[in-house]
């Protein structure tokens, strides 16, 4: 294993949409914190946003870095400024690891040290290309992004049998309403 700086297998990706009335639009708040893939975002043409990102790449919430919000993109969209977007760079790192690179509580923890403002804190790619982590030789790699991304699988599967296991639970106790009756 190599010790890599960010900014050698990934870039920040910069484009403006000046018409982006049917794409996806993405916040701070639709990234979801330790969620390693998007699943919410708004389909409201009514904002100001120009930032676009392309499926595959990964949006980082640089503003307030400590809430840990980081997600791959499954879609083409448009983002909030206080978003950054990352990119893959293929030769050095196979893209469905990205993922796991940005989204773990190392690069999270370098972020809020390098974030800067008080009330707002941000933290900007030119610090962030700086992080450093060990990163296995590509072969190695697809071996690591078949890991994850099966332990990813199986987390989402577990978290949809705990809510199904919740519904049934509170369906137990939460009967229907007898006709003609209020709740209160």
């Known amino acids: 294993m190599a010790k890599v700086k960010l900014s ?22 639709h990234l979801i914190p330790g969620q390693v893939e998007l699943t919410q975002w708004s389909e409201d043409a009514d904002n100001t946003f120009t930032k676009g990102f392309k499926k595959g790449q990964m949006l980082f919430g640089r503003r307030r870095a400590y809430l840990k919000k980081a997600a791959l993109a499954p879609f083409d969209g448009i983002c909030s400024g206080d978003i950054t977007v990352i990119e893959a760079i293929p030769e050095r790192i196979m893209p469905e690891l990205l993922p796991f690179v940005i989204q773990n509580d190392s690069l999270f923890d370098y972020a809020v040290e390098k974030s800067a403002g008080s009330l707002s804190p941000r933290v900007k790619w030119e610090h962030l290309k700086n992080y450093e982590f060990e990163l296995p030789e590509m072969k190695h790699q697809r071996e690591l992004v078949d890991l994850l991304w099966a332990m990813t699988r199986t987390k989402k599967a577990y978290q949809a049998l705990v809510k199904k296991t919740d519904e049934l639970v509170k369906s ?11 709740v209160a």
């Open 172 to 182: 137990q106790f939460i009967g229907p309403i007898p006709f003609g009756k209020e």
């Open 8 to 29: 050698e297998v990934a870039r920040e990706y910069k484009a403006t949409v000046k018409d982006a009335v049917d794409l996806p639009v993405v916040g701070l708040e």
